[in-house]
């Protein structure tokens, strides 16, 4: 079992940067997905990016390549996972919530139903 905490959701203006952070607690020597998805009231929770705890190796969506940077601060131990987005856009207003499941549903297609533990989620705000 581990508990995510997500932190640093705000309200900015289009160009701007923000970066998240999810800290995890609980069973963190184990090796995990880490995902940070995104939710539109009335829409689909959607995946922007996710990362291996151990390896580091990363996949995004198309929608946020170039512009997102996930990263982890320990390979050794799932400790904070990081989202750094810079030039927002409007369309990445959002809840963001950061997820962590099995390493091999470690894919973009891997639906939120693939992880197993969610924080409470932070959100973002982009306007034009």
């Known amino acids: 079992q581990i508990y995510l905490s997500e932190s640093g959701g705000d309200s900015v203006q289009a160009g701007g940067s923000l970066t998240l952070s999810c800290k995890a607690s609980g069973k963190v020597d184990a090796r995990y997905c880490v995902a940070w998805f995104r939710q539109e009231p009335g829409k689909q929770r959607e995946a922007v990016a996710n990362i291996l705890s151990g390896s580091g190796n990363t996949n995004y969506a198309d929608s946020v390549k170039g512009r997102f940077t996930i990263s982890r601060d320990n390979a050794r131990v799932l400790d904070t996972v990081f989202l750094k987005m810079d030039d927002l856009k409007p369309e990445d207003t959002g809840m963001y919530f950061c997820?962590?499941?099995?390493?091999?549903?470690?894919?973009?297609?891997?639906?939120?139903?693939?992880?197993?533990?969610w924080g409470q989620g932070t959100p973002v705000t982009v306007s034009s």
């Open positions: 997820a962590a499941g099995g390493v091999v549903f470690c894919r973009m297609d891997a639906g939120p139903e693939k992880y197993l533990y």
